[in-house]
T-cell receptor, first 112, second 116 residues
Framework: GENVEQHPSTLSVQEGDSAVIKCTYS??????FPWYKQELGKRPQLIID?????GEKKDQRIAVTLNKTAKHFSLHITETQPEDSAVYFC???????????FGTGTRLKVLA | GAGVSQSPSNKVTEKGKDVELRCDPI?????LYWYRQRLGQGLEFLIY????????KSGLPSDRFSAERTGESVSTLTIQRTQQEDSAVYLC??????????????FGPGTRLLVL
């Protein structure tokens, strides 16, 4: 069945450095890839998403890249800040379906 | 309402008891999802509602789990004869459209269930 692998499971970076989280999906029909941020004890919230007709999308310090051939997509956070510390989830959905397949999450710690 | 709400926020129950978890989606949102999140784990899809219908119940872990939705609004997730492995946070999410998943999912705060 559909599967999304996410790496790394934990990531520690120094404040100001960049962080990269990678996801690989199995269903070649996937065409929408959102990223969610979940702070401790809070609900997941969408931070950025990308559709399969573009290769990169940027929103201030965060960006997402998509490689359809390799079936992977990545989240990039630049100039990290302590408030970026959270668990980040990627997801993939195929066109015409409703089912989000989530990755297992990456716990990001930004060290001050 | 301002967002998706869930109740109770926390529930402690004894093994073997039944529990009901409630989700109030954003008004007008036709699609509603239930997920389970075990401690330190990802989001496990349980069930999806399109209006009041559940086209896909394949994510429900066992026949002890059931869900319904009425009035294209409130949904309840019922777990019968709870087991310790049911302990998790149960998250509800809603989206505006019913026919596509390319819509932002708005999550509720979750119900933290602990089965003793």
């Amino acid at each position: 069945g559909e599967n999304v692998e996410q790496h790394p499971s934990t990531l520690s970076v120094q404040e100001g450095d960049s962080a990269v989280i990678k996801c690989t999906y199995s269903d070649s029909a996937s065409n929408y890839f959102p990223w969610y941020k979940q702070e401790l004890g809070k609900r997941p919230q969408l931070i950025i998403d990308i559709r399969s007709n573009v290769g990169e999308k940027k929103d201030q310090r965060i960006a997402v890249t998509l490689n359809k051939t390799a079936k992977h997509f990545s989240l990039h956070i630049t100039e990290t800040q302590p408030e970026d510390s959270a668990v980040y989830f990627c997801a993939a959905i195929a066109s015409g379906t409703y089912k989000y397949i989530f990755g297992t999450g990456t716990r990001l710690k930004v060290l001050a | 309402g301002a967002g998706v709400s869930q109740s109770p926020s926390n529930k402690v129950t004894e093994k073997g008891k039944d529990v009901e978890l409630r989700c109030d989606p954003i008004s007008g949102h036709t699609a509603l999802y239930w997920y389970r999140q075990r401690l330190g784990q990802g989001l496990e899809f349980l069930i999806y509602f399109q209006g009041n219908s559940a086209p896909d119940k394949s994510g429900l872990p066992s026949d002890r789990f059931s869900a319904e939705r009425t009035g294209e609004s409130v949904s309840t997730l019922t777990i019968q004869r709870t087991q310790q492995e049911d302990s998790a946070v149960y998250l509800c999410a809603s989206t505006a459209r019913q026919s596509t998943a390319k819509e932002t999912q708005y999550f509720g705060p979750g119900t933290r269930l602990l089965v003793l």
